[in-house]
């Protein structure tokens, strides 16, 4: 039944270690998004794909890489982990490209991945 | 500042009382949304408005939109301890052409209705 889903759900991590968070959502939308909050609760939006093409591709660190397999996955892939990447990820998907209405632009968001590195 | 700043940072009301909450932004917007955030959960998206629209109503939730002053209110009405949460907005700005859904956060307004 869960629309986006994310996994996992916490993750704890040393400094310098490779990590991946993966997400999927069974809506059938065309666009997925991933952001990131901040332990002030702002939230900023770091890449976007539709049809797995990437769309939106904010200032972020190299070392942050989506990957998109297929229009209803957005993975995460983060090498060389620092300290101000603890946070909270949200995944999130959209219509987008579907027809007009109001459907379309409304983004549906993931539980969220919280990261800790250590 | 940011695009999509909320007034208050916090608000704390009895249950029964509205609640409103503000939202300034600086560009065009091809639209404005505002959602939910309870604490240690995603975003739940509440209502969306557009640049063309004025006000909308969904159930308790009443948004207006005042492009002139760039700015939008939410007003929760006959508030429950259960909407006690974070609520963001988020414009969708038509800046630099195509958005592509790309929406802009501000730092959202902590809402805590006591029983």
């Known amino acids: 039944d869960t629309a986006v889903s994310q996994t996992p759900k916490y993750l704890v991590t040393q400094m310098g270690n490779d990590k991946s968070i993966k997400c999927e959502q069974n809506?059938?939308?065309?666009?997925m998004y991933w952001y990131k909050q901040d332990s002030k609760k702002f939230l900023k939006i770091m890449f976007s794909y539709n049809n797995k093409e990437l769309i939106i591709n904010e200032t972020v660190p190299n070392r942050f890489s989506p990957k998109s397999p297929d229009k209803a996955h957005l993975n995460l892939h983060i090498n060389s982990l620092e300290l101000g990447d603890s946070a909270v990820y949200f995944c999130a998907s959209s219509p987008l490209t579907s027809g007009g209405g109001r459907a379309r632009d409304t983004q549906y968001f993931g539980p969220g991945t919280r990261l800790t590195v250590l | 500042s940011q695009q999509g700043e909320e007034d208050p940072q916090a608000l704390s009301i009895q249950e029964g009382e509205n609640a409103t909450m503000n939202c300034s932004y600086k560009?065009?917007?091809?639209?404005l949304q505002w959602y939910r955030q309870n604490s240690g959960r995603g975003l739940v998206h509440l209502i969306l408005i557009r640049s063309n629209e004025r006000e909308k109503h969904s159930g308790r939730l009443r948004v207006t939109l005042d492009t002139s002053k760039k700015s939008s209110s939410l007003l929760i009405t006959a508030s429950r301890a259960a909407d006690t949460a974070s609520y963001f907005c988020?414009?969708?700005?038509?800046?630099?052409?195509?958005?592509?859904?790309?929406?802009?956060f501000g730092q959202g307004t902590i809402l805590t209705v006591h029983p």
């Open positions: 809506l059938g939308h065309d666009t």
């Open positions: 560009t065009s917007i091809n639209n």
């Open positions: 988020a414009t969708d700005s038509t800046a630099g052409g195509t958005s592509y859904g790309k929406l802009t």
